[in-house]
Structures are given as C-alpha cells and as structure tokens.
C-alpha cells in the first residue's frame, strides 16, 4: 500500500482509487479513509524534502513581508499568498462532505465514474491549453480556481494532481510549472488531512454499523512501514513526473485512466467485485 500511495500520489491518477482498488482486487477490507490520508504523510514528507528550497524562500519571503510591505509584491511573497488562497476550497469542502468521502464516495462505482470523466477533462486541458505561462504569472484567481481542482480530489478517483494539473493547463501554465504549484499546495491540505485522521486510523470501530462506513483499524506499524516506502516512491514519483511533463503530454495518463475505470466496470458487472 506503500509502494501504491507513493507512485499514485502525484501521477494524476489518483492514489485514493487506487488505495480502494487495490485490497479490492486483493481480497483484503476496506482499509478506509483515514489509513488512506494517515499514509499520504509520507509523501508529503517527500514534497517537503524536494521542494525544500522553494519552501525556504517562501517562507523567508512571508516573513520579510511581514516586517516589511514593500516586499509583498516579490514572486516568493505573493507565491504564498497564493498558497494560502489555494488552500481554502479543499479545507471547507474536506469538513463539509467528511461523511460522504468516508462512505458513499468510496463506491467502487464512483471511482469508475471519476476515472473516466477526469480523464475527459485533462484530454481536453491538453487540447486547448497554450501552456505560455509560469508561476510568477498566476493571479490569485488562478490560485482560487486551481484550489477548487484540489477540493474535487476528496472524491477517490478524481485526483488531486490531475485535476489541479488540467486546472493549471485550463489556466494557461506550462505542465511543469503546473505541477511544480500542484505539489506546492499540497503540503497544507495533505498535511492537515493526515493528522486530523490518524487517531481515527488506529481507533477501532464501536460496532459493525460504524466499522461499515469507516476504517479497518490499523497498527502503528503498519501505518509506519506504509508511509516510509510511500515517502521514498513518493520522492522518486516527483521528480520523474517533473522531468516528463518538460516534454510530454498527459496523454499517457488519459488513455490509463479510461482503461482502469473500463476494467474495474466490467469487474463489478460481473460480480467479480463488489460496489462496496
């Protein structure tokens, strides 16, 4: 589950799916959707670690900023305002739908309604995006609108760098630069998510109602041992990813997409696995 979280977490087809997929195909329960945030600390450990000179500088601007107002405008200072802004959504929405993304969104049929209908809109970012723009050209209006991307991501299947990535294109960034923000922003949202849930990860449920609708309970170990190695893939996932959209597409991801969500229909039509 390690190795799945750290490689799906930022490849824009989405690491919630496959965590639910995943013990689907293995026989195994539902591990819920607290493991799946606890274990996202990993990989943002790696976002951390990778990013971490472009956080040095953000951080040293905010400060600066705050000291002193005319360094509000530099590309750092207003970079984590940015930041900040597109923070927002995914908070408000992450509270507000909590009992929906800890049971119906976990739907093995909402996971194939999103692969598919995601895909459709990256394919089409693709097509119409002119992919001139950069980070120091973003507004916070871009943020504002790349933030609603990210909050659509607590429905499994949607993706959070997939969709902020399409967002970023529909906006007119360049791929890299695209995600470079994707993996930025998601520091606060991961970070906050994880910790809210882990004591709901290794809280076991009061009844069989409750343990229907939340968590396989889990050790510490286990929450260990699968954030460590999604740490490492998670790092390795970065800077492959980067390096690729310099010069590719999302096209390859497109195709993946629609053929996972076109198996995993068959698989539940024919009884093979169930919704739930």
């Known amino acids: ?69 005319a360094k509000r405008s530099s590309k750092e200072a207003r970079l984590a305002l940015s930041l900040v802004v597109a923070t927002l959504p995914v908070g408000i929405v992450g509270l507000t739908l909590k009992k929906y993304i800890e049971g119906p969104f976990r739907s093995l049929w909402v996971v194939v ?64 630069e695209g995600a470079r923000f994707s993996f930025l922003m998601s520091i606060p949202a991961i970070g906050a998510a994880g910790l809210f849930e882990l004591k709901h990860a290794l809280k076991p449920a009061k009844d069989a109602a409750e343990a229907a609708v939340t968590v396989h309970p889990a050790s510490v170990t286990m929450i260990v041992i699968a954030s460590v190695v999604s740490l490492v893939v998670g790092y390795v996932s970065i800077a492959w990813l980067i390096g690729y959209l310099k010069h590719h597409s999302m096209s390859v991801f497109v195709v993946y997409r629609v053929l996972l969500g076109g198996t995993l229909a068959g698989l539940l039509l024919s009884g093979v696995l169930q919704p739930r």
Do not use: K
Request: hydrophobic fraction near 55%.
């Open 113 to 176: 309604a999103t692969m598919v209908s995601v895909a459709i809109v990256i394919q089409i970012a693709e097509w119409v995006s002119r992919g001139r723009r950069t980070l120091a050209d973003t507004t916070l209006r871009d943020a504002l609108l790349v933030g609603c991307a990210q909050a659509c991501a607590v429905v499994p299947g949607v993706s959070r760098s997939g969709a902020t990535l399409a967002a970023a294109l529909l906006l007119g960034l360049r791929r890299d």
């Open 1 to 69: 589950m390690g190795v799945v979280q750290g490689v799906t977490e930022f490849l824009p087809i989405s690491s919630s799916a496959h965590l639910r997929i995943t013990p689907a195909l293995l026989g195994w329960p539902d591990l819920g959707a607290a493991f799946t945030a606890v274990i996202q600390l990993g990989t943002l450990v790696a976002v951390l670690i990778y990013f971490r000179s472009d956080l040095l500088a953000i951080t040293r601007a905010m400060l600066a900023a705050i000291s002193d107002p």
